[in-house]
């Protein structure tokens, strides 16, 4: 995915100097290996710090939220999908954006390469022909990229942009006959004992730092209900039973509208598997409501409509 | 343990089902008294937040009832209700909550008797389960 900074670059400095844009959102390299942090590029001249390559997993949506000027952003598969729903959330206008699709193949993993290279301190990492080759001192390891694809992205259905104004190359082809809800039926099948106990374990590392919250593009409440007090729904502590309430209700206030972009979880310090709840949901709206967040701009998402027939089995 | 009453939060929807349940009263129709009815003006106005903090409290069992689909109050509270709470039990079973702690129902308030019948089921299946075990806050709240 390298191959795309050159010619994102040529956008950005030629819709800056068009007038066309106030803005341009990307990324640029970040100060550590395989962490490219956002960028946000206000004049030509500066468009030569943008950066593409399989690192760039934050979800650059983030940065929309409300804003009033004319915006060019680059958006792969799951980030034009969260555009979608910012503009049918009245977030943004589609009007203000100039969208920069770029086709995707994944985004890596960064904590599992750390982990390959047995944890050895890495000095560099470049991405060439699918594959990953990190550097450290004296030594050099290549890896397929392929086998160390994000989780979320590992199971993407929708790689390609779903809007853009401007491809930046070919629409790479989608992954087939892969089976999306994998490890969700997984958890379905257990009993209710072993599931909280997986669940208790798996959120026992938080530490409350709340950044799966603000990583998150659909986190935009002004007052989010972690910060309320009067009631107030979830202590601040790190209580077990806390902690459980404000990953339940985070995941559920995500309920129609996530993309599975995988932000929360590579922004989560402890390593926790956050798409665990997330993806639940999903699955359910999808089975329930034949629903997949951000494909459609038509389209009214599923906590904002009913039909009169829905599914009604577990009202008695 | 067959002593042990639960504690069953219940939110009954204005207009119908905390009719059905004063209906049920009125004509002296038996059911187990484990609930504590919260009287709300609408389905829809069941937060998932209130949800988690009745089991969060102590709650051994939920039980949300409106009217039925077509008969809001508000033409169409509960058609959103049904849709936000079939995700919230969804997802709260997912996580280890047991199947028989919630429970959703539609009672109009001509229903009196089938306000006792579901409030026979739900108690039925609440003191199956037992107490309470997971999801309570031990610890005092600190603000």
Known sequence: MREYTEKIKEIAARLLKEGKI????????????????????????????????SNCGVNLCNYLTKRTDRIGIVANGCTSRNIVTHIIENQIKREQLYIVGVPCTGMIDQRAIKRAFKDKEILEAEEKDGQIIVKGKDVEEAFEKKDFLQRNCAVCLHRNPVIYDELVGEKVPEQQDMEAFKDVKKIEAMES????????????????????????????????????????WVGKSIDPTDTMTFHILRAYHCAGRCTDCGACERACPMGINLRQFTKKLNKDALELFAWEAGLSEEQRPPMDVYKVDDYNDFVK | MNDWQPKITTFLCNW???????????SRFQYPPYFRIIRVPCSARVSPKFILAALRHGADG?????????????????????????LLKGLLEHVGI???????SWISSAEATKFADVAKGVAAEVKALGPARHFIKARAEVA
């Open chain 2, 62 to 86: 939920v039980w949300v009832s409106g009217c039925h689909p077509g008969d809001c109050h508000y033409l169409e509270g509960n058609y959103y209700a049904r849709r936000k709470f079939a």
């Open chain 1, 193 to 232: 004992e072993d599931k909280w106990g997986f669940f208790t374990r798996m959120i026992s590392p938080c530490i409350r730092c709340y950044a799966c919250r603000n990583a998150c593009p659909l986190c935009y409440c002004t007052t989010c209900f972690v910060d309320e007090s009067q009631p107030q």
């Open chain 2, 98 to 104: 047991e199947p028989g702690r919630l429970h959703f």
């Open chain 1, 22 to 53: 106030d803005v341009f959102i990307g990324f640029k390299k970040g100060s550590v290996p395989m962490m490219n942090e956002p960028a946000i590029v206000a004049a030509a001249e500066k468009a030569n710090e943008l950066f593409w390559d």
């Open chain 2, 16 to 26: 119908c089902s905390y009719g059905a349940a004063d209906l049920a009263g009125v």
